[in-house]
């Protein structure tokens, strides 16, 4: 019954377009997913970050997406400023010209001791375009959608802007250049509707203590639209890795950033890791 379960969501995805072509999730790498880019030696979601990512050979970045008051598509973790900024509010309530003055001005408060004068553009908050325009041909990204329920029409304006800068589809060694991600299911399932080829990751989180475990409905829901899962390392066991992998799912781990802890997820089967130190395992 499962198996033939198995070949009927698999015979759906590929008559909607997720066949071997378009570059799905690999299934037997482990892969290096440099969190808010190299964040542990330079400041989070800058285009430093994503540099020091790149040299540190990440396979994958992952980066957290908003909108900003005149509609641009803006890459910041957190949805109000504080914490990177010496400045309060939201940042629907700034330009993005605001926010690049700000993020210069006051720069990153915890910069790491890295943000030499003279590199300000590599630390001012960036634009999800100008991501593509510097990394697009050399790295693969991890889009996280961060509250889209605040931001009506971010799933349209994202895949307008994947499309325009040829990040849909696979790169030469067959890894999709584009994935995306969230914890919001309602979000995920529009960009699905919008384009069922780009792989989309549920982010999923469980109580501290809790080990994951979903139940048969949830993940016939997650089959209809998501190619894996990212979920807390702390919850991962090896049943549930292997479970997820025997139903189709990938599994993420989120976020290691110590050696034992990143080794234990792959010798428990887990297909990667978010990890801000790029460099914690030998290539
Ligand atoms: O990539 C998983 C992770 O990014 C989710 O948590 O808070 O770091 O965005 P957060
Ligand atoms: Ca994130």
Not at 68 to 95: C, P, R, Y
Not at 110 to 138: I, N, S, T, W
Not at 177 to 204: C, D, M, T, W, Y
């Amino acid at each position: 019954m499962k198996k033939l379960a198995c070949v009927l969501i698999c015979a759906a995805l590929w008559l909607t377009g997720c066949g071997k072509d378009d570059g799905p999730m690999p299934e037997d790498e482990f892969l290096v997913i440099a969190h808010r880019g190299a964040s542990a030696y330079v400041p989070e979601n800058t285009l430093a970050s994503y540099e020091l990512a790149k040299d540190l050979d990440s396979d994958y970045i992952e980066l957290d997406i908003h909108l900003t008051k005149d509609g641009e598509l803006v890459v910041m973790h957190d949805q109000d400023v504080e914490s990177t900024m010496n400045a309060s509010g939201k940042i629907s309530e700034f330009t993005l010209d605001e926010l690049k003055k700000l993020s210069k001005t006051s720069r990153y408060k915890d910069d790491k001791g890295m943000a030499a004068k003279g590199h300000a553009e590599m630390y001012a908050v960036p634009a999800l375009r100008e991501v593509f325009d510097q990394f697009g041909d050399r790295m693969n990204f991890i889009i996280e959608l961060k509250n889209p329920e605040d931001y009506p029409g971010i799933e349209e304006k994202l895949m307008e802007l994947l499309e325009a800068a040829d990040m849909i589809g696979a790169d030469g060694d067959g890894h999709p250049k584009a994935v995306i991600q969230s914890f919001s299911e309602e979000g995920l399932e529009k960009i699905h509707a919008l384009n069922p080829k780009i792989p989309l990751l549920r982010l999923i989180s469980f109580e501290d203590g809790e080990e994951a475990q979903l139940t048969a409905e949830e993940i016939e829901k997650l089959q209809t639209y998501a190619a894996g899962i990212g979920v807390s390392y702390e919850a991962l066991t090896e049943p549930f890795i292997s479970y997820m992998q025997q139903e189709g799912l990938v599994v993420y781990a989120y976020t290691v950033n110590d050696q034992e802890t990143a080794l234990t997820m792959k010798n428990l089967g887990a297909n990667g890791i978010h990890t801000d130190r790029p460099d914690i395992l030998e290539k």
